[in-house]
């Protein structure tokens, strides 16, 4: 069966049309609006507790008044086609066009299949973690290049959600110009979409929900001024509806080559201005099985990278002339090496370690990594040894991995023991120094794996998240990729691609 090629405009349902109420301001609908059939949704999500009060834990870490949990909707098949019945409507009613349409993994996809099968429009499926075999496709299903692709979340906040949908399936030729949800928080998510050129159809507005639910003796008067307060304090840009509410002005990132000046540490002087000279903030994690293999992927690979991270016990053909090779791949194509070592003993063993051994690791890596579960006489230990050959080291302060301890209390002292040796320690392993409260030099690089284009996860706990997300919100400097690039079909053009992706995240946050 061929894709369809036909524009789809979209046409009444069976069912009764409901389009959005403008939120905040709420007014009289147009007569076509069964504002019956609205209120009895909004008790429904209520009554099946989709939409709870209390104190929540957010993923942010804040505490929040209100829940929305919209994955509930699968077992309650009533609410589910009315969902998807008003989701499409809304998108009739405001004259939206496209060829197909994917939902947002994972609460999303039963509700564009309902919209899907309900009115006959193709389907698409994006895979939260690409798989390393078979056709290795991060967007499934039929489709051509050029089409335009709808697509369906459950609820938008930030709207960082959707556009980790939106990247790979713009990566492979459709067009995205629209996004329906059924809420809409009115914490930003319209104004982030509209600046990516995304119309966002809502079909309600948290507001609207709030006096339904008010009306209906579902919420206290305090509690709705607790929600809307909530909401006010917690934008991430423009409300929804139009009404600016003041933000605290974003932090414009220094540029790398200053940068270079706020440190003491040559190595980290040197990894500055490499970035800012060859135009990259790629990192390279060659997690191959053999030394040969290194050697390979540096070497075609090394003109796109700022740095390449090894795993030097990995390699069993491992040994002095693999050393001598790739120092002189580092040199000849202006990358720096880090090999990835994460030490977590005492501090005097620690030093055997680095400094002897099989590898003999501070002799041609420039960069290494340790834990700080031994405390701060881990770093005095490697110090010992990395300082005098111009070294640097990298706390892990933060993990990518699900179910990670290293956040909280344990990212708060890596920070601290960071500031106590400024001449040795030259950044961190973070995922979201932005969201740090303890202050840190801005001399110090902070280095983020788990990067992928597509964003998600692997069956082995790892997370993903994309090179702008990465470098634009969580406020890291050099990307680090791994599989993305060394298990795609052409290495050398998935490192351009994230190179570019990492770079152009970059430029857009000065």
């Not at 104190?55 to 098949?77: A, C, H, N, T």
């Not at 790739?326 to 005097?348: M, P, V, W, Y």
């Amino acid at each position: 069966l061929k894709p369809h090629t036909h524009k789809r405009t979209v046409v009444p349902s069976l069912r009764v049309s409901v389009p959005p109420v403008p939120p905040f301001h709420v007014k009289t609908s147009p007569k076509m609006v069964n504002e019956d059939q609205i209120d009895a949704l909004i008790l429904r999500l209520h009554e099946i507790e989709a939409v709870k009060f209390g104190e929540f834990k957010l993923k942010s870490g804040l505490i929040s008044p209100i829940y929305v949990d919209l994955r509930v909707i699968v077992s309650y098949p009533d609410v589910l086609t009315s969902v998807a019945s008003c989701m499409w409507d809304v998108l009739k009613s405001n004259g939206a066009t496209f060829d197909n349409m994917c939902g947002v993994p994972y609460t999303a996809l039963p509700i564009a299949t309902c919209m899907s099968l309900n009115n006959d429009c193709p389907m698409l499926m994006r895979r939260k973690e690409v798989k390393d075999y078979g056709t290795k496709k991060a967007i499934e299903g039929a489709f051509h290049v050029g089409q335009t692709c709808l697509v369906v979340e459950d609820l938008v906040t930030s709207g960082a959600s959707v556009m980790e949908t939106v990247e790979p399936l713009n990566q492979v030729g459709l067009v995205v110009k629209d996004v329906v949800v059924l809420i809409d928080r009115e914490q930003g998510g319209e104004a982030r979409l509209a600046a990516n050129d995304l119309k966002l159809h809502a079909v309600l507005p948290l507001s609207r929900v709030l006096v339904t639910l008010e009306k209906n003796g579902k919420m206290s008067a305090d509690l709705v001024r607790s929600v809307k307060a909530f909401i006010s304090a917690n934008q991430t840009g423009p409300n929804a509806s139009g009404n600016e509410i003041p933000l605290a002005p974003v932090e414009k990132r220094i540029p790398y080559d200053e940068r270079a000046e706020l440190t003491r540490n040559v190595c980290a002087k040197e990894l500055w201005r490499l970035m800012g000279t060859k135009k990259t903030n790629l990192c390279l994690s060659a997690d191959v099985d053999t030394a040969a293999e290194l050697l390979e992927l540096a070497d075609k690979l090394g003109p796109e990278i700022c740095v390449l991270k090894t795993h030097c016990d990995l390699y069993p053909d491992f040994s002095d002339e693999f050393v001598a090779k790739l120092t002189q791949l580092a040199s000849k194509h202006n990358f720096l090496i880090f090999e990835d070592r994460k030490f977590a003993d005492i501090g005097n063993t620690v030093v055997g370690q680095y400094a002897s051994g099989v590898h003999k690791i501070a002799d041609w890596s420039h960069i290494t990594n340790a834990h700080i579960v031994p405390g701060s006489g881990i770093i005095d230990g490697l110090k010992s040894v990395g300082l005098q050959k111009g070294r640097g080291l990298l706390l892990l302060a933060e993990m990518s991995s699900k179910g990670t301890m290293a956040k909280g209390e344990y990212t708060n002292a890596a920070i601290d023991m960071a500031a106590e040796h400024p001449d040795f320690v030259i950044g961190f392993i973070s995922t979201d120094s932005a969201k740090w409260q303890k202050t840190w030099s801005k001399g110090l690089v902070q280095m983020t794996p788990g990067v992928q284009l597509g964003g998600g996860g692997d069956a082995m706990g790892q997370q993903y998240n994309t090179p702008a997300l990465v470098i634009k919100e969580c406020g890291s400097d050099v990307i680090i990729v791994g599989r993305g690039i060394y298990k795609a079909a052409n290495p050398l053009a998935a490192a351009k691609e994230y190179r570019a992706a990492g770079w152009d995240a970059y430029l857009s946050a000065l």
